[in-house]
């Protein structure tokens, strides 16, 4: 997608703001105990854990929505999801010598196929990756995790972060898709070369995030109810 490496530095400063406020107040509250205050080896392996599972759950959630998008253009018509950005649009301008004519709609053709299979191989590409480096880090926290700190602060801590991250996503992607596809739908595009905002990209990122959001709310209300249950 366009739009990786945006997302991607926003959720890193996201996480990074995140992480420094709670290990000031993790640092402010031992203090208060009139603990000393240390950071275990441990503790940093669970956090280094918990935080890259989430980068690579967002990995797959964008190579998932990326696929997506491009099973409606398949489906719905490759303009639903896709701008003809990789070759300009031209107009039928009369040959000159020696030269063939061009055709702006087999050029737009032509530009919409390309968007659609570099969608494809990105969808691809972020999923598999973001499939690895989810379950590679979640299998290693499962590993090194006992019951106690699965169900203890830090992992509720990464619950609100996942929550938090991804009810975003889907609150602002959501409104702006059912408004793009009504828009698609109902309204004729002013440039017959080029739609300003094809809906697919937003609409497939509002679903595939959508379960995730509410996983990690049941999680998150789960953790409340059930302190002592394993997550």
Known sequence: MENIVPVL???????????????IFYALSRLRAGEPVRLPVRLLLRGYLHTVALVGLVLLALGLSSLLQSAFGATLGKEFSYNPVYIAPRPVVPPEKGMEPVNG??????GLERAFQEGLINGVSLTVVGSIIWGLHLWGRRRIENPEERAGVLSRFYVMLGLALFSLIAIVNLPQALAGTIRYYALEPLDPFQRAHPPGSKLA?????????????????KSIRSPGEEQ
Request: hydrophobic residues 60%; aromatic residues 6%.
């Open 9 to 23: 530095t926003a959720i890193s400063v996201l996480v990074a703001v995140v992480s420094v406020a709670a290990g």
């Open 105 to 110: 709609e087999e050029t737009r053709q032509k």
């Open 205 to 221: 990122l509002a679903l595939v995030s959508m379960p995730i959001w509410l996983s990690y709310l049941l999680r998150a209300i």
